[in-house]
């Protein structure tokens, strides 16, 4: 009989349903070298994250900077609280500094709103409500840490203004794209969907609690509109979620093709953790659990995930995520908090994937020294066009932060 027990710890082993524990030593270091690569690295002279390192060109390009350095930004606090390296503290200010430089100040239409571009394909046209509220938890937990209002202030008025001139409620859901230079809210035509000529409701929005911001602007100012806007937005996240507990409705998911986005859903599954601590509601809860479950079926045995999903399992290994892998950790771990100790197993993963993929400390490339892998291979004009992302470091440094505080529990 002991025989047989350790030829099948062996088996489970060999299928990777057994994953090693990273030590606490390790996953410090992993915070350690994540965090200097983002204050060394990633961060900019302005404050800004630099987004994404194509390798075959060697270069950077911006891809939606507001809300990658808003993520940094939360990153780094999580990092410092482990670390008490002032380091962090001072790179995550820095960042927070350019962010409120991004205020709209000299035009009315646009009083209090931060001009949150998207740039890359879309341009700089336009302001993305995702590309302000994915930013903004990072500046409210700049001013948690540093006592600095000016920085939740600013993300709270840009709430408002969106709330008055994004929010749908009849149909819960927010309009995505506002005008920068005039504040005309694109209700019928998305340059998200170019191809398509009439364009219906959920091509030009969305539910859009991505990041919170409304309940984080509810819990700095006190004002029980947004408090009431999140709820009807988190319920409309229940209405709208489907068997998978997906958002398949909503681009960058693809009903027609059967693909979803290995963060977006994520995004939303976050929120509905924070409504339940907003107000008690296990149905939040719940719908959150069936998101986790879908992407605990897309990690592979050694805790990856990959940029492209399908609901009926597969994947495609172009692109490797740690984004995800670190962002679905994120949802496991807080999810096995509340209980449901069936996500135990596939955050351990993400723990251990993290630390193992990550570039080395002594890369021959500066630009990549420390960095969680985060690759997009895509193809441009015949050229391949291969991306090292920030957001596995950024994403990343809050899950090991996070998994660093088991140690010591």
Known sequence: MKRLTVLLMLLLVCAGSVQARPSKEEVRRAIEECADYAIRVLLDDEGKSRCDYNMTLGKWFPYEEPWHTGQLILGLLDAYRVTGDDACLQAARHAGDWWLSLEIKDNPAMQGMVG???????????????????????????????????????????????????????????????????????????????EKPDQRLFDVSRPNTEGSLFKDAYEFSGEERFREAYV??????????????????????????????????????????????????RRYLEAAARTARTYAKAQRPDGTLYYDNYVDG???????????????????????????EEFVANYERSADWLVRNRYAADHPDPNLRGAVVNTRMRSRKGIVWLTQRDVGTSFGLRFLSAYYQKFNQ
């Open 116 to 194: 949150a571009t998207h740039g890359d394909a879309i341009g700089n046209d336009h302001i993305v409500f995702a590309t302000v509220s994915d930013g903004t938890p990072g500046i409210f937990e700049l001013s948690r840490v540093t006592g600095d209002p000016r920085y939740a202030a600013l993300a709270t008025s840009s709430a408002a203004w969106m709330l008055e001139h994004l929010y749908f409620p009849e149909k819960g859901v927010c309009y995505d794209l506002a005008d920068l230079r005039t504040g005309e809210v694109l209700t019928l035509n998305s340059p998200f969907h170019r």
């Open 232 to 281: 009807l937005l988190c319920d409309a996240l229940l209405k709208y979620q489907d068997r998978w507990g997906l958002w398949m409705d909503f681009m960058p998911n693809d009903r027609k093709e059967g693909s979803f986005h290995p963060r977006f859903n994520l995004w939303y599954a976050e929120s509905l953790l924070e409504c339940y601590d907003l107000t008690g509601d």
């Open 314 to 340: 597969r994947y495609d290994k172009g692109s490797v995520c740690g984004s995800a892998v670190a962002f679905a950790g994120i949802l496991w771990m807080r999810l096995a908090g509340y209980g449901y």
